[in-house]
């Protein structure tokens, strides 16, 4: 008897554990629901058409920029870089990129020392992802 | 009633001391919202370090915070939690698996960050604990070797888990969000220092000496325990303590283990145990003169619990007969004259633990003593296979609802007997049982 009111008792907790986690979620995303989730909706077939630039995408596969970033909805949706080279001139994506110092103190610590990082790849691999990075625009702005 | 508002209760508190960690997350600036799934993913993972840590708590052995529920629950309610807590860890990485699989990035860790690398090797830890605990006597795992590797996984397995948090840092952007969570982490991680390190420290200050090694009927022994320097254990009848024999109270080679001496008489305290584990096996080379270290009392199956009950009936099978015999001793040192009935099955008749001196406290308790054989001697008159709802009707008194019943004994012969109580109208309040094989 004991044993079963143990059993359900952590049935029952996980379920509410759950749920709360599900409310957490709807709480967090309607607060700014009509800033963010629309934006990538709008700019999900634009990042569709960048992947032309296939050697760039590469390399931004191969450093993991996904685990913060993502591109047509696919990747960590805290920093979306759809249209980021609309809104970013190259130097400024340099700098964001290898965390220089014009864009370090809007970063924590360990993001600026993963960014960092960055500024050992080699030269023809950094280029193609900067070429990448400013291939990335919002629809309207499309040729 | 009682009893169910105080599971209430304490779900409530266990839920904020879960939940509330992570509701705190969105005060302050939050991080852009990423969609419900990704959230709600996030939301898991928080929960899931959470329930894990609270697990740290559970088997602290908190003696006051326990005592209302007994410790052998607790340690069931640690073990289906645990299984519950690695399915909302598991619901966290399947929903980024299947929803954005990019956002897991590289899985070798070569190339992949080391905190993203911490958590998958957490969810490989944390299922392989649950597993092994799950499945430790049919993979035939050595209980003390079970244990350190529990312990140390554990803490591993949370270490890593809290390094993948901190490390990716969503929602604990800020400092002081970072420093809740860390200190959150830590302070469960804490709790093994106090377990490991405090606890033992205490009882080394508490020492005993074992003055005999008694063999008994059964292939069991009993094991007497003097006090040394100090006045001993203060028990209530039916309890239990840990108990560490020849080896250092830090080094964690310690089994609970029924007290079966008289909780009316302080100092010498006498322990039954039965030769049936890796570690009881052992045992029987314990010699007199070895030291050894008790922690305890614990366990909430007493009679001292119901001590306005108009009667107490009693079923044991084999071993379970020792906090039975507690009970009885400590009634008979009482000179109680309350009904009491006992209804023991053993295997074979000269296995019979205790068989003498029942039927000496026979003469000194009103006491009937009902033994139930599953292989009875020839010309044997008496009960004989399980116990059953004949057996209990044949000898339960007529007051049978008003009595207080106390069954210990394997895990089948529990739950049958449980059933069978309650299809004879006895209240599951006045049915007490002690859970053992917790792993």
């Known amino acids: 008897m004991r044993k079963r009111l143990a059993e359900i008792l952590a049935a029952l907790s996980a379920i509410i554990v759950i749920f709360l986690a599900a409310v957490f979620s709807f709480l967090h995303n309607a607060q700014v629901r009509n800033d963010t989730l629309i934006n990538t909706q709008q700019v999900m077939p634009q990042s569709q058409t960048s992947l032309h630039n296939a050697l760039g995408r590469n390399v931004y596969n191969k450093l993991g920029c996904s685990g913060c970033h993502s591109v047509g909805g696919q990747g960590n949706p805290r920093v979306p870089l759809d249209g980021v080279g609309q809104r970013r001139s190259p130097e400024e994506l340099h700098d964001w990129i290898i965390a220089g110092e014009s864009v370090r103190p809007q970063l924590s610590a360990s993001v600026v020392r993963m960014k960092q990082s960055y500024a050992s790849i080699p030269e023809e691999e950094f280029q193609e992802l900067l070429g990448y990075l400013t291939s990335l625009r919002v629809p309207s702005e499309q040729q | ?439």
């Open chain 2, 1 to 439: 009633m009682k009893s169910f508002q105080a599971a209430l209760l304490w779900l409530s508190i266990y839920l904020i001391v879960v939940m509330a960690p992570l509701f705190v997350l969105l005060f302050g600036p939050t991080p852009l919202p990423g969609g419900f799934w990704w959230d709600f993913a996030m939301a898991l993972g928080f929960a899931a370090l959470a329930m894990m840590g609270v697990q740290f708590v559970l088997t602290a052995r908190f003696r006051h915070a326990m005592a209302p529920f007994g410790i052998d629950i607790i340690y069931y309610f640690h073990r289906f939690l645990a299984v519950f807590a690695f399915v909302v860890l598991t619901l966290h990485y399947l929903i980024i698996r299947f929803d954005n699989p990019a956002a897991l990035g590289a899985l070798n860790p070569v190339d992949a960050p080391a905190y993203m690398s911490a958590g998958r090797v957490a969810v490989v830890l944390f299922g392989l604990l649950v597993v092994s605990s799950l499945t430790r006597r049919r993979l035939g795992i050595e209980y003390d070797r079970w244990r350190w590797t529990h312990a140390l996984g554990a803490t591993l397995a949370f270490a890593l888990a809290l390094w993948h948090v901190v490390g990716t840092g969503y929602y604990v952007g800020t400092q002081w969000k970072q420093i809740l969570w860390t200190g959150y982490g830590l302070f469960w991680i804490g709790l093994i220092g106090h377990v490991r390190i405090i606890r033992p420290w205490q009882l080394l200050s508490n020492p005993y000496r074992v003055s005999e090694v008694r063999r008994e009927r059964g292939n069991a022994f009993t094991l007497v325990l003097e006090p040394e320097g100090h006045a001993g254990m203060i028990f209530k009848p039916g309890q239990f303590a840990w108990l560490t024999v020849g080896n250092s109270p830090f080094s964690l080679k310690e089994h609970p283990f029924s007290i079966a001496s008289s909780a009316a008489r302080t100092g010498t305290i006498e322990f039954g145990i039965k030769a049936v584990g890796d570690f009881t096996r052992s045992a029987m080379a314990v010699q007199p003169g070895q030291q050894a270290f008790l922690d305890g009392p614990y366990g909430v199956f007493s009679t001292q619990r119901h001590h306005a009950a108009k009667g107490y009936v009693f079923i044991a099978g084999g071993v379970g007969i020792v906090p039975i015999m507690c009970m009885l001793r400590t009634l008979a040192d009482n000179h109680d004259q309350r009904l009491l009935v006992l209804l023991y099955g053993n295997r074979k008749w000269d296995r019979v633990l205790y068989r003498e001196e029942l039927e000496a406290l026979a003469t000194r308790l009103n006491l009937v003593v009902v033994h139930i054989l599953i292989e009875p001697p020839e010309g044997w008159q008496g009960e004989c296979g399980f116990v059953t709802q004949d057996i209990l009707e044949r000898h339960l008194p007529a007051n049978r609802c008003a009595l207080h019943y106390f069954i210990c004994g394997p895990s089948a012969m529990t739950q049958t007997v449980d059933s069978l109580l309650a299809a004879l109208g006895v209240r599951s309040a006045q049915i007490h049982n002690e859970l053992f094989e917790w792993v």
